[in-house]
């Protein structure tokens, strides 16, 4: 833990100033301590219910850097790889249970099993990965709005922190992001 | 479709959402300009968009988690967001109702209390509409003992989303009261002594007496609907509350006629579990009977709560709850005598008068029941009164004739008491002194564009008024925008009418300006919104005042006089209705056109300003009002603004010339009283000129003490001039008249600090600030731990809560992180900090910045780091000229000078110089120029060699400085003239340096609730030089111990960290190297 801490802070400082190559290096990392404290959380049943995607990417984000001083930039970026990170083990997870169905076996308790939503909701959440796709050719930041927001349940101003906007321009984004996701998905539904 | 074509469906969809349902279609039509598959698209999605509701507003949550609600007691958790507006902090209480929780309205950024309403009630729909009926009319109470209710809300949530199963979850908001009920209060303490039971049984009296003047009953008074609310400190037990420092609040309005269950008819079908046993116990007989309700109702409750109150028990307690109800139905006296012995004779008359079994022989009022209560009157109140009824009471003797005779009679009497209230309301367009009223704008329907701008000159006359307080159009605005309306439209008068109620606003004066070429009327109709509904009105006032100049030839010159006379008979007489004396009208009326522009161009720019500033563009209103200046050089209000706006952007210097021109006696037109007061005090303030502003902002309070504003202002001055303990009660006056003011909370929790009482101010800011405002919570927090030595946990806190802040919270923050820093002697981190903060404010062109830059060069002299010192002190006074600034920046150059080597004392002595000219013209511009100019003329000397002549120029600033700030200054020349005469034996000088040094030395708070004043490392800095004059004087009192001490615990713990040890050799090195030769 100690030894990934200090590497994780190095890196967000790295990609402050401008390393790409930093954030390769932070997603497994990121991704691990994720598992990790679903995992844990998971073995403890009392608190299963509490465990929320906000929850995590901040907890994780605590341990990861041992509250050292980050400044606020590092800050966002940590959060929106956790939440691109979200988004991907939820829509894997989604895809896996739509091929569980064809008689798969069961995989030990996943990070997946602790934060998805049932299983009937796994082929929306794949459709609407693949609309939000298509979302940020038109417009990334109304599409990493929606990450932030669906995902890794932040709040409109959460999401302005990180985005470095308002929660004012979150909101109004979000609000055609929606309706435009509304409508893709119900025609293709 | 690409980037661009969606960027263009964007703006088109936002700008759709703006416009009204109707018109929608039609705007995106022509929006789209012919590109007809543009147009389908952006109306497919604003069909979307309506459809859309909850989707996707829920975040992806765990399974288990949306299972588990069904066995949970509550659907709502803490940090849930109903609405998407109201955040759920924590469950504060179960009640008949449903669950009350501590929430955050994060759209009014308020604290609330949310009530959700049991499905009960809320799956009932007849039940559900009476509910909001009641709730629309208790909204429209607003009185200081009446809980305010906001809004009644409803969110549908999925409940499992395998079965389908939907939950509705129906809630209220309203004012978040934080205290203990009087049921509480009474069953901790038993009966309560006579004069707090007096204290509360008149704010209940007045709290009924304004609901019943609306004509709405309570139904259900209780001791556990009475909240007593501690006016200071919220954390602390009311027991010790002083009586006058106790609100007592009614709760539940119009909730307790809406539950089913007290429909009569309904409790056989109840289980007993449901019968809420409290409230039977207090119920009126004819309550109990299912018979109509009055106010009579509430006078027999307030009885009962009046004989819990000095008894300490119930008067049909809930163990013998059926037999209290037979003996209140049997219409026998409602209390024996036995109960009664025991109590006071004047309560006993309050209480029996209270409790009269039939509603007619109740007091009328609850005035009589204070009256009587304070034994104004002896005996109780006979049980028919007034000629009439005595009349009909001789009447009624048994014979059929004469109930023949009293049933005409009656109907006589009904039609009369029908006549008379008809009068008394037709009559009495009256309001309370400091009532809110709402202008919305005026309605030209000339067709004549200048006379689209009479609302401001309106306005201008009605600010003037001592009797009501016009709702500002930001906050009519910010309502509008909770309604989901465009504040940009002009508003129907429903909309109006709504906007006034959910403002708490008891009037609407709706004007239109009808008319063509030299015949114009200005019609005005004052409205009582009806609290049942915003569609109608349940009074009005109307006239109208006309005029005959033609505006058409004038529209590029003077505004017509006698339109100006119109519209000052307009305001005047809206005035006159709201019950503002004749003579409070004539003394404060400043006629329209003096108080605002008599020149049409002028008066458009200044409304187009004002609409610029709502919308928050503030760089663009200054052009608009440096138009209308232009217009009219003369117009003082427009000079005013352009200096508030100027001033709140630190462009210090055109900040207060255009408050100059505003006040300038020469100008046509003049400000009103209270604009004038106000710029006044601002201006005094903005120019260190204390006393001033304090009496500026007396003035203000006087004439108009029910603006908030008026008790606001002055804190600063007040802190300044050592005022804190008047400071406080200007504090809890403004939170009077506006609860929620964060800064006005903020101030008052730093005064706490100020005035010593730590508790009271940790309390204060856990109360009033933790949920809305945590960096605000947290720095009272900081500031709590510097003074109890807590230095870690300060640094932490001052790190946690930097990040989570938003922009300007954090920018300021880096300073409050590096003052931290500084103070233990951690300079390069400190630096390390503002070069974050400095960058941060550069990217985002703040102009602040140049405190930044003087924090980080008093620093750079820490680490002998001088040249960069010099380039810090040189940007910063590039960036503001402020007397504020160079003030600040003697301050380091005179550090600088001290630990600095001759080559750089030729720099500093030539910076000073520079310095010097800037402040040429500095004469009778305010003391806060005379300050910096002595100032600047000191270090000076000093950088000469001529102590002596800085230490008097030093001493004549010292006479300009306020009270309570450093006298650093004075301390470190007395210290250099001592030092250049050291053998003269004489250590008058060095007790006179302890002196100066000893202000900030021995009273941190101020520094500490004031960290962006003082430069990084300044309180350390000065203790130790206190604890280095004391010793060199051998001076081993109290006061040079606690120094000591408090010296040693700053920067001894810092020598067990090894990482920062460095750093501090080589301050305690660079510190030895100073040239003090004591």
Redesign the interface.
Same mark, same amino acid.
């Given at each position: 833990m100690g030894n990934s801490s200090g590497e994780v802070t190095r890196l967000l400082v790295e990609l402050k100033h401008g390393n790409r190559e930093a954030e390769k290096q932070l997603i497994p990392l990121v991704y691990k301590e994720l598992r990790r404290i679903a995992a844990n959380y998971l073995r403890n049943e009392r608190n299963a219910h509490s465990l929320q995607p906000t929850v995590l990417v901040h907890e994780a984000y605590l341990r990861l850097t041992q509250m050292q001083k980050i400044d606020w930039q590092g800050r966002s970026h940590f959060l929106a790889i956790a939440a691109t990170l979200m988004r991907r083990i939820l829509v894997d997870h989604a895809r896996a249970q739509q091929s569980k169905k064809r008689g798969e076996g069961q995989d030990v308790i996943s990070l997946e099993d602790a934060i998805l939503p049932s299983p009937a909701r796994s082929l929306e959440i794949v459709a609407l990965d693949e609309a939000l796709e298509r979302l940020a050719e038109l417009d990334e930041r109304q599409s990493k709005i929606v990450e932030l927001r669906f995902f890794a349940g932040m709040s409109e101003e959460e999401a302005g922190n990180v985005l470095g906007i308002s929660a004012r321009t979150v909101k109004r984004e979000w609000r055609l992001a929606k309706a435009w996701l509304y409508q893709e998905l119900n025609c293709r539904l | 479709? *690409?980037?661009q074509r969606?960027?263009r469906?964007?703006d088109i969809?936002?700008a759709a959402?703006e416009v009204p349902l109707s018109e929608r279609h039609r705007f995106v039509r022509t929006a789209s300009d012919g590109d007809l598959e543009l147009e389908s698209e952006i109306l497919?999605?604003? =069909?979307? *968009?309506e #459809?859309?509701g909850s989707?996707?507003e829920s /975040?992806?949550? /765990?399974? *288990?988690?949306?299972s588990?609600p069904e066995s949970s007691p509550s659907l709502i958790q803490p940090?849930d967001?109903l609405c998407q507006r109201f955040?759920i902090d924590r469950l504060i209480g179960e009640g008949g109702m449903g669950h009350v929780f501590d929430a955050w309205d994060?759209v009014l950024r308020v604290r609330v209390a949310l009530k959700t309403i049991r499905p009960e009630i809320a799956d009932h729909p007849e039940s559900l509409a009476r509910f909001r009926q009641e709730v629309l009319t208790a909204r429209s109470l607003s009185h200081p003992n009446i809980c305010r209710t906001f809004d009644l809300e409803r969110e549908t949530r999925v409940l499992d /989303?395998?079965k389908g199963t939907l939950q509705t979850i129906v809630f209220l908001t309203m004012e978040f009261l934080e205290g203990e009920t009087l049921a509480e209060r009474i069953s901790q303490a038993g009966a309560l002594a006579q004069d707090e039971a007096i204290a509360i049984a008149i704010q209940i009296a007045s709290a009924l007496s304004c609901a019943h003047d609306h004509g709405i009953v309570h139904g259900d008074i209780k001791p556990a609907n009475v909240m007593l609310v501690r006016r200071g400190g919220a954390g602390s037990s009311p027991k010790r509350a002083p009586i006058n420092d106790l609100r007592v609040v009614i709760t539940d309005f119009g909730l307790a006629r809406v539950d089913p269950l007290f429909k009569s008819h309904e409790f056989s079908s109840l289980t007993r579990s449901m019968l809420p046993g409290g409230t039977l116990a207090y119920m009126a007989p004819e309550q109990l009977e299912g018979s109509a309700i009055s106010s009579a109702t509430d006078i027999y409750a307030f009885g009962l709560v009046l004989f819990e109150m000095t008894t300490g028990q119930r008067a049909f307690a809930s163990t013998n709850l059926l037999e209290g109800m037979a003996q209140r139905l049997r219409r026998s006296t409602a209390l024996s005598s036995v109960h009664l012995s025991a109590i006071p004779a004047p309560w006993r008359n309050a209480i029996e008068g209270c409790l009269r079994s039939k509603p007619a022989e109740r007091f009328r009022n609850t005035d009589e029941v204070i009256s009587a209560l304070q034994g104004r009157r002896s005996g109780f109140l006979p049980a028919v009164r007034g000629p009439f009824a005595r009349w009909l009471a001789a009447l009624k003797r048994p014979g059929w004739q004469l109930s023949v005779a009293a049933g005409l009679l009656a109907i006589a009497l009904t039609l009369f008491a029908a006549s008379l209230r008809l009068y008394q309301s037709r009559a009495d367009s009256k309001v309370i002194p400091g009532s809110l009223i709402y202008l919305p704008g005026v309605k030209n329907q000339t067709g004549e564009k200048p006379l689209d701008h009479l609302t401001e000159l309106i306005e201008s006359g009605l600010a003037q008024s001592a009797q009501v307080n016009l709702l500002s159009q930001g906050r009519a605005g910010d309502i509008l925008e909770q309604m989901k309306r465009n504040p940009a439209n002009t508003l129907d008068a429903p909309t109006a009418r709504e906007v006034a109620m959910r403002a708490g606003a008891v009037r609407v004066i709706f004007i239109t300006v009808n008319g063509k070429d030299g015949n114009y009327t200005l019609d005005v109709d004052i409205q009582q919104p009806d609290p049942a509904s915003p569609e109608r009105y349940r009074e009005h006032w109307t006239r109208s005042f006309l005029w005959q100049s033609s505006v058409a030839a004038n529209a590029q010159g003077a505004i017509p006089a006698d339109l100006l006379s119109g519209i000052r008979k307009a305001s005047d007489w809206i005035r006159h209705e709201a019950g503002e004396s004749s003579n409070d009208i004539a003394r404060l009326n400043v006629p329209p056109e003096s108080v605002t522009t008599a020149s049409w161009p002028a008066l458009e720019d200044y409304g187009d300003g004002e609409k610029l500033v709502r919308a928050g563009e503030r760089e663009n209103s200054i052009t608009m009002l440096q138009h209308a200046v232009a217009n009219d050089p003369d117009f003082a209000l427009a000079w005013g603004r352009l200096g508030d706006i100027l001033l709140s952007l630190h462009r210090d210097e055109e900040g207060y010339k255009a408050y100059d021109k505003a006040l300038d006696a020469g100008q046509k037109s003049r400000l009103t009283r209270k604009e004038e007061d106000r710029i006044r005090g601002m201006r005094a303030v903005d120019t260190a000129d204390y006393q001033l502003a304090v009496d500026a902002f007396h003035d203000y309070t006087v004439y108009y003490p029910n603006d908030y504003i008026g008790w606001i202002y002055p804190l600063r001055p007040l802190r300044m001039l050592g005022r804190d303990s008047e400071a406080v009660s200007n504090l809890r006056r403004a939170l009077d008249l506006n609860p929620s003011g964060e800064f006005a909370n903020y101030g008052l929790a730093e005064e706490f600090i100020l005035l010593g009482q730590n508790d009271e101010a940790r309390n204060w800011a856990d109360g009033h600030l933790r949920s809305g405002h945590p960096e605000l919570a947290d720095r009272i927090e900081i500031a709590l731990d510097l003074l109890n030595g807590q230095y870690d946990h300060a640094a932490k806190l001052a790190?946690d809560s =930097?990040?989570?802040?938003?922009p300007i919270q954090?920018s300021y923050g880096y300073r409050i992180q590096a003052s931290l820093a500084a103070d233990r002697g951690n300079y390069r981190q400190a630096i390390e900090y503002l070069d #974050?903060g400095l960058a941060e404010d550069k990217q985002e062109n703040r102009a602040e910045r140049f405190w930044k830059l003087l924090d980080r060069a008093y620093l750079e002299i820490k680490i002998g780091d001088f040249d960069n010192c010099l380039r810090d002190v040189r940007a910063a006074l590039d960036a503001s000229t402020s007397p504020w600034t160079i003030a600040t920046a003697d301050t380091v150059l005179g550090a600088a000078y001290v630990a600095s080597r001759p080559q750089y004392q030729e720099s500093i002595r030539r910076e000073l110089a520079r310095m010097d000219r800037m402040l040429e013209e500095s004469k009778g511009r305010g003391a806060i120029f005379e300050f910096a100019k002595l100032r600047t003329e000191g270090e000076l000397l000093l950088a000469e060699g001529n102590p002596r002549a800085a230490v008097e120029a030093f001493r004549r600033a010292a006479l300009k400085d306020a009270p309570v700030e450093s006298r650093e200054y004075l301390g470190r020349a007395l210290r250099t003239l001592a030092a250049s005469e050291k053998n003269s034996g004489d250590s008058g000088n060095l007790e006179q340096a302890l002196e100066a040094y000893s202000v900030t030395a021995l009273r941190p708070e101020l520094i500490w609730c004031d960290s962006g004043n003082y430069l990084p490392g300044f309180y350390a800095d000065q203790l130790q030089s206190y604890v280095e004059l004391a010793q060199a004087l051998g001076i081993k009192d109290s006061r040079a111990a606690a120094a000591e001490e408090k010296l040693a615990k700053l920067r001894n713990r810092l020598n067990s960290r090894n990482q920062l040890s460095g750093s501090f050799k080589a301050a305690t090195k660079l510190q030895g190297e100073q040239k003090w030769q004591i």
């Amino acid at each position: 833990m100690g030894n990934s801490s200090g590497e994780v802070t190095r890196l967000l400082v790295e990609l402050k100033h401008g390393n790409r190559e930093a954030e390769k290096q932070l997603i497994p990392l990121v991704y691990k301590e994720l598992r990790r404290i679903a995992a844990n959380y998971l073995r403890n049943e009392r608190n299963a219910h509490s465990l929320q995607p906000t929850v995590l990417v901040h907890e994780a984000y605590l341990r990861l850097t041992q509250m050292q001083k980050i400044d606020w930039q590092g800050r966002s970026h940590f959060l929106a790889i956790a939440a691109t990170l979200m988004r991907r083990i939820l829509v894997d997870h989604a895809r896996a249970q739509q091929s569980k169905k064809r008689g798969e076996g069961q995989d030990v308790i996943s990070l997946e099993d602790a934060i998805l939503p049932s299983p009937a909701r796994s082929l929306e959440i794949v459709a609407l990965d693949e609309a939000l796709e298509r979302l940020a050719e038109l417009d990334e930041r109304q599409s990493k709005i929606v990450e932030l927001r669906f995902f890794a349940g932040m709040s409109e101003e959460e999401a302005g922190n990180v985005l470095g906007i308002s929660a004012r321009t979150v909101k109004r984004e979000w609000r055609l992001a929606k309706a435009w996701l509304y409508q893709e998905l119900n025609c293709r539904l | 479709m *690409d980037q661009q074509r969606w960027k263009r469906i964007k703006d088109i969809f936002n700008a759709a959402l703006e416009v009204p349902l109707s018109e929608r279609h039609r705007f995106v039509r022509t929006a789209s300009d012919g590109d007809l598959e543009l147009e389908s698209e952006i109306l497919r999605l604003l =069909q979307a *968009d309506e #459809h859309a509701g909850s989707y996707l507003e829920s /975040p992806l949550v /765990p399974a *288990d988690v949306s299972s588990q609600p069904e066995s949970s007691p509550s659907l709502i958790q803490p940090r849930d967001v109903l609405c998407q507006r109201f955040r759920i902090d924590r469950l504060i209480g179960e009640g008949g109702m449903g669950h009350v929780f501590d929430a955050w309205d994060t759209v009014l950024r308020v604290r609330v209390a949310l009530k959700t309403i049991r499905p009960e009630i809320a799956d009932h729909p007849e039940s559900l509409a009476r509910f909001r009926q009641e709730v629309l009319t208790a909204r429209s109470l607003s009185h200081p003992n009446i809980c305010r209710t906001f809004d009644l809300e409803r969110e549908t949530r999925v409940l499992d /989303p395998l079965k389908g199963t939907l939950q509705t979850i129906v809630f209220l908001t309203m004012e978040f009261l934080e205290g203990e009920t009087l049921a509480e209060r009474i069953s901790q303490a038993g009966a309560l002594a006579q004069d707090e039971a007096i204290a509360i049984a008149i704010q209940i009296a007045s709290a009924l007496s304004c609901a019943h003047d609306h004509g709405i009953v309570h139904g259900d008074i209780k001791p556990a609907n009475v909240m007593l609310v501690r006016r200071g400190g919220a954390g602390s037990s009311p027991k010790r509350a002083p009586i006058n420092d106790l609100r007592v609040v009614i709760t539940d309005f119009g909730l307790a006629r809406v539950d089913p269950l007290f429909k009569s008819h309904e409790f056989s079908s109840l289980t007993r579990s449901m019968l809420p046993g409290g409230t039977l116990a207090y119920m009126a007989p004819e309550q109990l009977e299912g018979s109509a309700i009055s106010s009579a109702t509430d006078i027999y409750a307030f009885g009962l709560v009046l004989f819990e109150m000095t008894t300490g028990q119930r008067a049909f307690a809930s163990t013998n709850l059926l037999e209290g109800m037979a003996q209140r139905l049997r219409r026998s006296t409602a209390l024996s005598s036995v109960h009664l012995s025991a109590i006071p004779a004047p309560w006993r008359n309050a209480i029996e008068g209270c409790l009269r079994s039939k509603p007619a022989e109740r007091f009328r009022n609850t005035d009589e029941v204070i009256s009587a209560l304070q034994g104004r009157r002896s005996g109780f109140l006979p049980a028919v009164r007034g000629p009439f009824a005595r009349w009909l009471a001789a009447l009624k003797r048994p014979g059929w004739q004469l109930s023949v005779a009293a049933g005409l009679l009656a109907i006589a009497l009904t039609l009369f008491a029908a006549s008379l209230r008809l009068y008394q309301s037709r009559a009495d367009s009256k309001v309370i002194p400091g009532s809110l009223i709402y202008l919305p704008g005026v309605k030209n329907q000339t067709g004549e564009k200048p006379l689209d701008h009479l609302t401001e000159l309106i306005e201008s006359g009605l600010a003037q008024s001592a009797q009501v307080n016009l709702l500002s159009q930001g906050r009519a605005g910010d309502i509008l925008e909770q309604m989901k309306r465009n504040p940009a439209n002009t508003l129907d008068a429903p909309t109006a009418r709504e906007v006034a109620m959910r403002a708490g606003a008891v009037r609407v004066i709706f004007i239109t300006v009808n008319g063509k070429d030299g015949n114009y009327t200005l019609d005005v109709d004052i409205q009582q919104p009806d609290p049942a509904s915003p569609e109608r009105y349940r009074e009005h006032w109307t006239r109208s005042f006309l005029w005959q100049s033609s505006v058409a030839a004038n529209a590029q010159g003077a505004i017509p006089a006698d339109l100006l006379s119109g519209i000052r008979k307009a305001s005047d007489w809206i005035r006159h209705e709201a019950g503002e004396s004749s003579n409070d009208i004539a003394r404060l009326n400043v006629p329209p056109e003096s108080v605002t522009t008599a020149s049409w161009p002028a008066l458009e720019d200044y409304g187009d300003g004002e609409k610029l500033v709502r919308a928050g563009e503030r760089e663009n209103s200054i052009t608009m009002l440096q138009h209308a200046v232009a217009n009219d050089p003369d117009f003082a209000l427009a000079w005013g603004r352009l200096g508030d706006i100027l001033l709140s952007l630190h462009r210090d210097e055109e900040g207060y010339k255009a408050y100059d021109k505003a006040l300038d006696a020469g100008q046509k037109s003049r400000l009103t009283r209270k604009e004038e007061d106000r710029i006044r005090g601002m201006r005094a303030v903005d120019t260190a000129d204390y006393q001033l502003a304090v009496d500026a902002f007396h003035d203000y309070t006087v004439y108009y003490p029910n603006d908030y504003i008026g008790w606001i202002y002055p804190l600063r001055p007040l802190r300044m001039l050592g005022r804190d303990s008047e400071a406080v009660s200007n504090l809890r006056r403004a939170l009077d008249l506006n609860p929620s003011g964060e800064f006005a909370n903020y101030g008052l929790a730093e005064e706490f600090i100020l005035l010593g009482q730590n508790d009271e101010a940790r309390n204060w800011a856990d109360g009033h600030l933790r949920s809305g405002h945590p960096e605000l919570a947290d720095r009272i927090e900081i500031a709590l731990d510097l003074l109890n030595g807590q230095y870690d946990h300060a640094a932490k806190l001052a790190a946690d809560s =930097q990040a989570v802040a938003g922009p300007i919270q954090r920018s300021y923050g880096y300073r409050i992180q590096a003052s931290l820093a500084a103070d233990r002697g951690n300079y390069r981190q400190a630096i390390e900090y503002l070069d #974050h903060g400095l960058a941060e404010d550069k990217q985002e062109n703040r102009a602040e910045r140049f405190w930044k830059l003087l924090d980080r060069a008093y620093l750079e002299i820490k680490i002998g780091d001088f040249d960069n010192c010099l380039r810090d002190v040189r940007a910063a006074l590039d960036a503001s000229t402020s007397p504020w600034t160079i003030a600040t920046a003697d301050t380091v150059l005179g550090a600088a000078y001290v630990a600095s080597r001759p080559q750089y004392q030729e720099s500093i002595r030539r910076e000073l110089a520079r310095m010097d000219r800037m402040l040429e013209e500095s004469k009778g511009r305010g003391a806060i120029f005379e300050f910096a100019k002595l100032r600047t003329e000191g270090e000076l000397l000093l950088a000469e060699g001529n102590p002596r002549a800085a230490v008097e120029a030093f001493r004549r600033a010292a006479l300009k400085d306020a009270p309570v700030e450093s006298r650093e200054y004075l301390g470190r020349a007395l210290r250099t003239l001592a030092a250049s005469e050291k053998n003269s034996g004489d250590s008058g000088n060095l007790e006179q340096a302890l002196e100066a040094y000893s202000v900030t030395a021995l009273r941190p708070e101020l520094i500490w609730c004031d960290s962006g004043n003082y430069l990084p490392g300044f309180y350390a800095d000065q203790l130790q030089s206190y604890v280095e004059l004391a010793q060199a004087l051998g001076i081993k009192d109290s006061r040079a111990a606690a120094a000591e001490e408090k010296l040693a615990k700053l920067r001894n713990r810092l020598n067990s960290r090894n990482q920062l040890s460095g750093s501090f050799k080589a301050a305690t090195k660079l510190q030895g190297e100073q040239k003090w030769q004591i």
